[in-house]
């Protein structure tokens, strides 16, 4: 939550913007030539490792250590055979593809505002006249339970809520797994990292994007350069277009979806924890002058009133605390009053003699 109660400037969904059919976007959306896509996109066949979680049954150490690799490299990596049906993923897909695809007025019934930003959005961050990213959202809590509203969810298409409900148990099963490797890939108890997140008391939320057609897909982005202010993000991609680029050195990699396969990366939050050494990475999604994209971004975020800070067992005088103690409540408000910011929120934590004291 924050002080914020309403948008700065009457919100314009880009949807409609896309749907007039006018062959040019408005200045708003108009990016500084150097955060334009083709400023240094890597067109190679470079993408971010794909690990099979199929073996987990029986070689966990292969697994394992992919995984370690791909938290330290990359912060970024996909996982196939993780458990969650395919006809369940394809049916939330469609789902959200069906909602976008509803009247106006039927969405505009779930409007959201910067106070809690739940329900149906165009922007992000409340900066009057800022230059903004060519999408809509959605975004809806799922834990913890007090925040969970069915209200706030859409009631269309018919199934939605049953399926948006089933969907978030099995990701959140799903990331609760994941949480136990990187604990003890990062050489602490496999529960570590979850009680420093507050046990069975963390946040889950969804943020699902959609990225209509853009006339000038050159000049624009879908979603700006950031990091994940949460702790640990499941991406379901579209499985029919890419968008999604991450930041490799100075290079942007699009990312190449594998089949069913979830796109998982680190947040600000396991970044702390671990003190750097698992790191945030920043990525943007790109649009298309043919194609609409819709995406699935479901968060795994500590409690949020909790203060986050180092693990002390990875905390040593060779190693001190990059970060000082912050509650997630506090971090957020950073990225919903100024929207996506590459990296400069967790970077400009980053104060060791603080820290000490
Ligand atoms: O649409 C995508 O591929 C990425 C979305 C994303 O980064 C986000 O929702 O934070």
Same mark, same amino acid.
């Given at each position: 939550?924050?002080?914020?109660?309403?948008?700065?400037?009457?919100? %314009?969904?880009?949807?409609?913007l896309?749907?007039?059919?006018?062959?040019? &976007?408005?200045?708003?959306y %108009?990016?500084?030539?150097?955060?334009?896509?083709?400023?240094?996109?890597?067109?190679?066949?470079?993408?971010?490792?794909?690990?099979?979680? #199929?073996?987990?049954?029986?070689?966990?150490?292969t697994?394992?250590?992919q &995984?370690?690799?791909?938290?330290r490299?990359?912060?970024?990596?996909?996982i196939?055979?993780?458990?969650?049906?395919p #006809?369940?993923?394809?049916?939330v897909?469609?789902?959200?593809?069906?909602?976008?695809?509803?009247?106006?007025?039927?969405? $505009?019934?779930?409007a959201?505002?910067?106070?809690?930003?739940?329900?149906?959005?165009?922007?992000?961050? !409340?900066?009057?006249?800022?230059?903004?990213?060519?999408?809509?959202?959605?975004?809806?809590?799922?834990?913890?339970?007090?925040? *969970?509203?069915y209200?706030?969810?859409?009631?269309?298409?018919?199934?939605?809520? #049953?399926?948006?409900?089933?969907?978030?148990?099995?990701?959140l099963?799903?990331?609760?797994?994941?949480?136990? @490797?990187?604990? &003890?890939?990062?050489?602490?108890?496999?529960? @570590?990292?979850?009680n420093?997140?507050?046990?069975?008391?963390?946040?889950?939320?969804?943020?699902?994007?959609?990225?209509p *057609?853009?006339? #000038?897909?050159?000049?624009?982005?879908?979603?700006?350069?950031?990091?994940?202010?949460?702790?640990?993000?499941?991406?379901?991609?579209? +499985? $029919?277009?890419?968008?999604?680029? %991450?930041?490799?050195?100075?290079?942007?990699?699009? %990312? *190449?979806?594998?089949?069913?396969?979830?796109?998982v +990366?680190?947040?600000?939050?396991?970044q702390?924890?671990?003190?750097? @050494?698992?790191?945030?990475?920043?990525?943007?999604?790109i649009?298309?002058?043919?194609?609409?994209?819709?995406?699935?971004?479901?968060?795994?975020?500590?409690?949020?009133?909790?203060?986050?800070?180092?693990?002390?067992e990875?905390?040593?005088?060779?190693?001190?605390p990059?970060?000082?103690?912050?509650?997630?409540?506090?971090?957020?408000?950073?990225i919903?009053?100024?929207?996506?910011?590459?990296?400069?929120? !967790?970077e400009?934590?980053?104060?060791?003699?603080?820290? +000490?004291?």
């Amino acid at each position: 939550m924050n002080g914020q109660i309403d948008w700065p400037e009457p919100i %314009v969904r880009v949807q409609s913007l896309s749907d007039s059919g006018f062959p040019v &976007i408005p200045d708003r959306y %108009v990016k500084p030539p150097t955060e334009r896509p083709a400023s240094n996109s890597d067109g190679s066949d470079v993408n971010i490792p794909i690990i099979d979680l #199929q073996g987990l049954l029986y070689d966990d150490e292969t697994i394992f250590a992919q &995984i370690s690799e791909a938290c330290r490299e990359w912060g970024f990596f996909q996982i196939l055979n993780h458990g969650i049906s395919p #006809q369940l993923l394809d049916r939330v897909q469609e789902v959200w593809r069906e909602f976008f695809h509803l009247p106006v007025e039927v969405k $505009q019934s779930y409007a959201n505002s910067p106070k809690t930003y739940e329900g149906y959005g165009s922007r992000l961050g !409340v900066e009057k006249g800022a230059i903004l990213d060519w999408s809509d959202y959605y975004f809806l809590h799922l834990l913890p339970l007090k925040l *969970k509203d069915y209200n706030k969810w859409p009631a269309l298409p018919a199934d939605a809520r #049953q399926v948006i409900d089933e969907y978030g148990k099995e990701v959140l099963k799903l990331c609760g797994r994941l949480m136990k @490797i990187l604990s &003890i890939n990062l050489g602490l108890g496999e529960d @570590i990292l979850q009680n420093a997140f507050g046990g069975e008391n963390i946040g889950a939320c969804l943020r699902v994007n959609y990225y209509p *057609k853009c006339p #000038q897909p050159d000049l624009t982005l879908g979603l700006s350069s950031h990091s994940d202010p949460g702790g640990m993000t499941l991406l379901l991609p579209d +499985n $029919q277009v890419p968008g999604l680029q %991450v930041r490799r050195g100075n290079n942007w990699i699009t %990312v *190449k979806p594998a089949r069913h396969a979830f796109i998982v +990366n680190i947040g600000d939050q396991i970044q702390v924890l671990s003190n750097a @050494i698992y790191k945030s990475v920043e990525h943007r999604v790109i649009v298309n002058a043919t194609k609409e994209r819709v995406s699935l971004a479901f968060f795994y975020n500590p409690k949020s009133d909790i203060p986050i800070e180092p693990a002390k067992e990875l905390v040593t005088p060779e190693n001190p605390p990059l970060y000082p103690p912050m509650t997630f409540d506090e971090y957020r408000l950073f990225i919903r009053m100024r929207g996506p910011c590459g990296k400069s929120q !967790v970077e400009s934590l980053k104060s060791p003699r603080d820290c +000490n004291k």
